[in-house]
């Protein structure tokens, strides 16, 4: 079977090749040749949500996300996801359809979501081209979390694995994860989050980490999260260090001081 049909895409295999190579440069933080095992390796990163649950999500009320106003982009393009390319889309989108779980109106009187090779309804169509330009405004912080995992002694020091060890990783079909706190201090450091917003940003994550950690019944799950609590738990340490040494005041953008997480059962 060509590569391209593999794939789900609809288009000969040099023009579906020609277009997924345009897709991954949206969201590509790094990119090189693997000569002696003859392929090209693009590096991508994402912000992903933790889920406690694996059969619901957790943002789901009555059956309706209660997040598709304010965190937009991921969810407003399911199921035509901005991270796949447009020819593949159409065979997705049958797959997601046909899932017994999933209710979806497929009836005649349903609203139109592609026709032929194009994104028919306006809404997803908009989305998408946000989530691009979403992934250029972000790139040049991308750049600045790849430029640290390029030697082992910066990696060390920020927080990241090595590409190395990403690209290791990769190759036995497993993404690497690290807290969002690494990313947001490197944020910080190249002047893209104040210091006011980067301690707004730490206190709502921890509180709900914390809230989470309350609520969370599966030991594995409670494990994950007071693991995540931790990092924040030493920023907090480190926060409080800076405020106590001498000098000009740290700007606070929250009042009142860090929530304190419960206790391990």
Not at 43 to 64: H, M, V, Y
Not at 96 to 101: L, Q
Not at 113 to 141: C, H, M, N
Not at 186 to 214: E, N, Y
Request: hydrophobic share 35%; with cysteine.
């Amino acid at each position: 079977m060509p590569w391209c049909k593999k794939k789900g895409s609809n288009l000969p295999t040099r023009a579906a090749l020609a277009e997924t190579r345009q897709h991954i440069g949206h969201f590509s933080s790094r990119s090189h040749v693997d000569r002696r095992r003859q392929r090209t390796i693009h590096l991508e990163i994402s912000a992903l949500t933790f889920g406690a649950r694996k059969d619901r999500c957790l943002a789901l009320l009555d059956d309706l996300c209660s997040i598709y106003a304010s965190r937009p982009l991921s969810c407003r393009t399911v199921p035509l996801h901005y991270s796949r390319p447009l020819s593949v889309i159409g065979e997705y989108l049958d797959s997601f359809t046909s899932t017994a779980a999933y209710s979806c109106d497929t009836s005649d009187d349903a609203p139109v979501l592609l026709k032929g090779a194009s994104i028919a309804d306006p809404l997803a169509k908009e989305a998408r081209s946000e989530a691009f330009k979403l992934a250029d405004t972000d790139r040049d912080w991308k750049h600045s979390l790849v430029e640290r995992m390029v030697r082992a002694d910066t990696a060390l020091a920020a927080g990241f694995p090595t590409y190395e060890v990403v690209a290791a990783n990769s190759d036995r079909g497993s993404a690497t994860m690290v807290s969002m706190l690494v990313a947001w201090r490197v944020a910080r450091d190249i002047g893209l989050l104040s210091t006011s917003d980067f301690r707004k940003v730490c206190h709502s994550q921890f509180s709900l980490l914390t809230a989470a950690l309350d609520a969370a019944s599966d030991p594995h799950v409670h494990s994950d999260l007071r693991e995540m609590l931790s990092d924040y738990e030493i920023e907090r340490g480190l926060d409080q260090g800076r405020e106590a040494q001498p000098g000009p005041p740290i700007a606070n953008g929250v009042e009142g001081q860090w929530p304190q997480p419960p206790e391990a059962p």
